[in-house]
């Protein structure tokens, strides 16, 4: 429960009011794009009604799409500072 601290106020107010479950805290916590983004999906699942299990696969897909934005000189060579020193 005190990971649930971690989550943007307005989440952890709803989980309070009990508009979202625990689980759905939860969910959001693995969504790696940031506090907004936890904050936007709350928001979703509160207006589409989804389920917990939903909701992980939507921060999986999320997540996915995190990771292929990512610019390409993210994922460096590790010979590239060799190239360089010679």
């Known amino acids: ?3 649930l601290l ?3 106020l307005a989440v952890q107010r709803r989980v309070a009011a009990g508009v979202l479950s625990a689980g759905h805290a939860r969910a959001l916590l693995a969504l790696e ?3 907004e983004a936890q904050e936007e999906l709350a928001a979703r699942i509160v207006a589409e009604g989804l389920s917990v ?3 992980e696969e939507a921060v999986t897909l999320a ?3 995190t990771v ?3 610019p390409a000189e993210a994922q460096t060579d590790p010979d ?3 190239a360089r020193r010679c």
Do not use: E, H
């Open 68 to 70: 292929s934005r990512r």
């Open 53 to 55: 299990r939903a909701t």
């Open 6 to 8: 971690r989550l943007p």
């Open 63 to 65: 997540n996915r799409a």
């Open 33 to 35: 794009a940031g506090p």
């Open 1 to 3: 429960m005190i990971r």
């Open 80 to 82: 590239a500072g060799v």
